[in-house]
């Protein structure tokens, strides 16, 4: 059972230089969720899908695009990645009531 | 959102119990008692979560006050993998939110 996988898992970018964060659950979850964590920080969270086809903005939206084209797939894109976005990344699902799993995140720099 | 305030930092010896405190003195009636974990380098997970009554599972045990305005978490016996960073989070069981994150408290287990 791999649960929830993210991809890349390391990446450096160019300031301006455009993304794409992969997260992929098996477990047939309808929520699904993106975080940012910086050094000795909570998990704040960027945007986030209650389904198929849906999205939702969450306390630190702006800079981020999503996409979840198929239920086990949550897209997040960065267009012109700054050096603010330098931060690791988490993906996390859910269903109900259930507890939420998490990636092992992506470690993203950007000089 | 209702938060919590948790001790930034606790220490405790390998092989002995370990209580970690969380307050949660705005918490509402609605809301569960969440503790997830973040082992060094990796995502957040699950340790326990409870509503009225204290709760036990393989990993640990949750003690709810009367009030409710305050819980513990009770790790029986640390061991050297047990050293993480706690998190107390107060949401509602099955809503699409997502989960609100503090600082969390950083434990260290000395052998």
């Known amino acids: 059972n791999a649960g929830v996988t993210q991809t890349p898992k390391f990446r450096v970018l160019k300031t301006g230089q455009s993304m794409t964060l992969l997260c992929a659950q098996d477990m047939n979850h309808e929520y699904m969720y993106w975080y940012r964590q910086d050094p000795g920080m909570g998990l704040r969270l960027i945007h986030y899908s209650v389904g198929e086809g849906t999205t939702a903005k969450g306390e630190v939206p702006d800079g981020y695009n999503v996409s979840r084209l198929k239920k086990q797939n949550f897209l997040l894109g960065l267009e012109s990645a700054a050096p603010s976005q330098t931060s690791v990344y988490f993906c996390?699902?859910?269903?109900?009531?259930?507890?939420?799993?998490f990636g092992q995140g992506t470690r993203l720099t950007v000089v | 959102d209702a938060k919590t305030t948790q001790p930034n930092s606790m220490e405790s010896n390998e092989e002995e119990p370990v209580h970690l405190p969380c307050n949660h003195s705005?918490?509402?009636?609605?809301?569960?008692i969440h503790w997830y974990r973040q082992l060094p380098s990796q995502g957040p997970e699950y340790v326990i979560h409870?509503?009225?009554s204290n709760v036990n599972n393989r990993m640990a045990s949750l003690a709810i006050a009367e009030d409710r305005k305050s819980s513990t978490l009770i790790l029986h016996r640390a061991t050297l993998r047990d050293a993480a960073v706690y998190y107390c989070?107060?949401?509602?069981?099955?809503?699409?939110?997502?989960?609100?994150f503090g600082k969390g408290t950083h434990l260290i287990i000395q052998p």
């Open positions: 996390a699902s859910r269903s109900g009531f259930a507890t939420t799993f």
């Open positions: 989070i107060l949401g509602t069981g099955g809503g699409a939110d997502g989960l609100t």
């Open positions: 409870g509503l009225t």
């Open positions: 705005t918490i509402s009636g609605t809301d569960y």
